[in-house]
């Protein structure tokens, strides 16, 4: 969503010194993500009106011109110009040297300087819209139709002089905001320049312009129904004579183009315009097109709507319409039909206003695929006194650009207003989870300019803490106000989350865990990964029903999700078989031969839960499948069961040993093996059977597939195996030559040194003329620590020396060097 910083500063009073850069980090810290800002009046440098002063036929090209153009303070400029619409007296768009612009309205901006066009000296170009990006703002269909200014009226509403920069003529001098739209999406409020102009008057302590107040003319009653209360709650119409289809003034176009709204008839505009203001959509109709009056209602089933941009519809009783008393007009909420449009001799208007149910309006718009600015707003929830505001608007509007247009006809029915929502919470509740003290005062200060209402409740006669009630107001209360922990993120985001000072969490360091099960599953990963060349594959916990079926999953047998992600996504996978399978499908387009494998959670129907005896809770279990496929059946069986032969030596568990118990149902009936440890059988091999490769056109691969239950597979217990935390302080390692006799063992000499070093390891052992007979040379390197510090070379002297002794006490003498 984009916004015009100019029209946000008339709906609030900013602080004079305020940056757009310092604006946009603090309403992303404390509201929505601005993704970035733009200054339009930069993109429009050097380009400025130009009178035209004499138009003269180029000497040596037809369709080129020679155009003697006033630029203001640079004078009489020649410029070369090929425009079909030139004329002596008119206002141009001229883009001077330094300027940036689109050659025919196509391709990337390029530079623009003087240049010599066929002999002829120019300096800048007259440019067509297209070539300035106004093409949106004045459209053609002529292709070589510059940009006249003349020609678009732009005299009546300003005063036009040779050298006004284009940006103060077309009232671009502005900066455009772009919001994220996922950072609003339970905001409904803030789809509008009015929702964050609010915000921006908590967040600056500034003042906002209150909202327009409807007036209520004496006239007729219009006729309308409301036959689908429960999808919509409120209906607002106003018949009005006396418009045509006159263009929007230049300021209302702007502001559209501004917002990527493309400006079409004054009537549309309007009420693109007061969408933007604030977050309403409306609609306007031809009066002469509705018969009878307006009625929302459901859809009949099979009914035909044909929408404005020539979508033919064919809806349902789900579906909620905007209608007359004969046909549907419009696809309530997200689109008018094209039976209703404003047309070239429109002189009569009915404005409609609704309140839809926004869920209605989301799963309308997801069925046909429409997305349109008034479908997005709609499916968040607005309130419904947003219509008044709204419509007051709308009433200025036509005074200011239908000044002889008569409001004939009114109606405002309503069968449902917005409940304001009540929240009950307590100060010090609030101050524990801020980290921060905050009083009663300051949370007034910081809620009521959002629009909340704070009211002291007493005292809690259990705790002593103090009740509050926080009434939100309605435009917070669709939906997105409901908890205390809502006000909470309120408060903080007010505050501003910079603000909180960084408290480092409290951790408590225990031992280390053994879980053997944790690193049984990695060393078969790396087995299967790094030994036997699979791929790990990640898949969603849910299957689709096709490959559920290919495996032999019964209907009955998933655990079913209450929110499906897509009607034949119903339920839990029972087995990695499905997935498996789905990805071997989709992966034999691009591979002729390939190794898969999966570790993870698989679902079935468990035990009733012990806090709701309704709910039953599925039970778990982890399970590894895996894939091996080719073209070789013979050899891809062979291939699987050599990988499963050497999975227990590669994990330390128990082997495996096969046998043939029960085929599974999409197995070949003669290539399959029972996978068992000891007499417990605990998975599954097999070549996937030629029915099932018919059934999800396997047409050149086969493929052999393995299943194992991991809760089944236990690692060998290790009698060795103890923590150690790493060394803190260096070690110290010095080697030792020893001359000993030859019947000493290297267990006498750890024996002897015992706990006097931390390790010792045999390096050498040499007999030779130096040594005297009956005697060998022993090499020991000695290692040596300390937990209390890193050793000197004093206490590393005194311990050499120990150790020294104690091997000479065995008969161990230091050999000469």
């Known amino acids: ?152 009226g732009i005299e009546e509403e300003v005063t036009l002089k040779p050298g006004m920069p284009l940006a103060e003529v ?58 689908a209360p429960e999808l919509c709650s409120r209906m607002m119409a106003a018949h009005y004579t006396g418009v045509d289809t006159r263009r929007a003034p230049l300021w209302m176009r702007a502001l559209l183009m501004k917002c990527d709204i493309r400006p079409i008839t004054a009537l549309v505009d309007m009420t693109n315009f007061v969408m933007i203001v604030y977050g309403q959509p409306t609609h306007a109709y031809d009066a002469n097109h509705i ?25 349902s009783s789900e579906d909620l319409v905007i209608a007359d008393h004969k046909k549907a007009l419009g696809l309530a909420g997200a689109m008018g039909g094209k039976l209703d449009s404003i047309g070239h001799e429109t002189q009569e208007t009915v404005l409609e206003i609704a309140n839809f149910n926004p869920a209605t309006i989301r799963k309308t718009a997801q069925k046909f695929a429409i ?15 947003r219509i008044d505001p709204t419509y007051g608007l709308w009433q200025k509007l036509m005074k200011q650009i239908f000044p002889d247009a008569a409001l004939v006809a009114y109606a405002n029915v309503a069968k449902k207003e917005n409940e304001k929502a009540k929240i009950t919470l307590s100060l010090e509740w609030l101050i524990r989870r801020l980290g921060r003290s905050l009083t009663i005062q300051e949370l007034h200060e910081t809620l009521e300019p959002l629009g909340f209402v704070l009211e002291a409740k007493g005292t809690n006669a259990e705790n002593g803490e103090h009740l509050l009630e926080v009434t939100a107001p309605t435009w917070r ?70 490959y559920a079926l290919l495996a032999g999953v019964k209907p009955d047998e998933p655990v079913l999700l209450e929110q499906a992600p897509a009607p034949d996504q119903t339920g839990l996978r029972t087995t990695h078989v499905p997935n498996i399978i789905e990805a071997i499908v989709k992966n034999v387009r691009f591979y002729d031969a390939f190794r898969i494998f999966e570790v993870g959670q698989v679902y079935a129907h468990g035990a009733m839960s012990p806090s709701s ?139 002897n040194i015992g706990d006097r070093a931390v390790s010792i390891t045999f390096v050498d052992e040499y007999r030779g003329k130096q040594i005297p007979e009956g005697h060998k040379s022993v090499t020991l390197r000695v290692e040596l620590a300390s937990e209390e510090g890193t050793l000197t070379a004093e206490e590393i002297n005194a311990k050499m020396k120990d150790i020294r002794e104690a091997l000479a006490d065995a008969g161990a003498t230091l050999r000469a060097q």
Not at 371 to 382: D, V
Not at 706 to 722: G, I, M, P, Q, Y
Request: aromatic share 8%.
């Open 477 to 546: 209360s669709t939906g997105d106000i409901s908890l205390p922990d809502d006000i909470l993120e309120e408060v903080a985001r007010m505050i501003g989350y910079e603000n909180f000072e960084r408290i480092s969490p409290t951790i408590t360091l225990t031992g280390a865990l053994h879980q053997p099960q944790i690193g049984l599953d990695r060393r078969l990963r790396e087995y299967l990964a790094f030994a036997c060349g699979f791929q790990e594959l990640t898949s969603y916990p849910w299957v689709k029903e096709e």
């Open 371 to 385: 997305r349109t600015e008034a479908s997005s707003r709609n499916e968040k929830g607005i309130d419904s006194e």
């Open 291 to 315: 018969e009878g009056g307006l009625v929302a209602r459901r859809a009949g089933n099979g009914e035909a709507l044909e929408l404005l941009d020539g979508k033919e519809l064919s809806l």
């Open 170 to 227: 077309l009232g671009l001098n502005d900066e455009v905001l772009e919001i994220e739209n996922k950072s609003i999406t339970n905001r409904p409020d803030l789809w509008g320049h009015y929702g964050i102009a609010r915000e921006l008057a908590a967040i600056y302590h500034t003042t906002l312009k209150p909202m327009d107040v409807p007036a209520m003319a004496d006239v007729p009653t219009y006729p309308v129904q409301i036959e």
């Open 613 to 751: 005896p309704d709910e039953v809770l599925p039970a778990m279990h982890r399970e590894l499948a895996g894939a091996v496929v080719g073209t070789d059946p013979e050899e891809l069986f062979y291939t699987v069961k050599g990988v499963l032969e050497g999975v227990g030596q590669a994990i330390q568990t128990p082997s495996f040993s096969f046998a043939q118990a029960e085929k599974p149902a999409w197995a070949d009936k003669n290539a399959w093996l029972t996978i068992k440890v000891g007499d417990k059988a605990i998975g599954i091999m097999g070549l996937l059977s030629i029915k099932t490769k018919a059934r999800a056109d396997l047409k050149f691969q086969d493929a052999c597939l393995f299943v194992l239950n991991l809760e089944e597979l236990k690692a060998f217990d290790s009698r060795t195996n103890h923590f150690e935390h790493l060394p803190q302080y260096p070690h110290v390692y010095q080697d030792l030559s020893l001359l000993v006799k030859e019947e000493s063992t290297w267990k006498d000499m750890e024996k």
């Open 1 to 152: 969503m984009k916004l015009s910083y100019n029209l946000l500063k008339q709906y609030v009073a900013l602080p004079d010194d305020l940056t757009m850069e310092q604006l946009a980090y603090d309403l992303t810290m404390r509201t929505v993500e601005v993704e970035g800002t733009t200054n339009l009046a930069e993109q429009y440098e050097h380009i400025v009106a130009g009178k035209i002063l004499s138009v003269a036929p180029h000497p040596d090209a037809d369709r080129l011109r020679i155009v003697q153009v006033d630029v203001g303070p640079e004078g009489k400029q020649q410029i070369v110009c090929g425009g079909s619409n030139l004329y002596e007296g008119h206002y141009v768009a001229v883009t001077l040297p330094g300027a940036h612009a689109v050659w025919h309205g196509e391709g990337e901006p390029v530079l623009i300087e003087a240049a010599e066009l066929r002999g002829v000296d120019s300096y800048g170009m007259i440019a067509a819209a297209s070539e300035i990006g106004l093409d949106t703002l004045f459209p053609t269909d002529e292709p070589h139709h510059i940009l006249d200014l003349t020609e678009e």
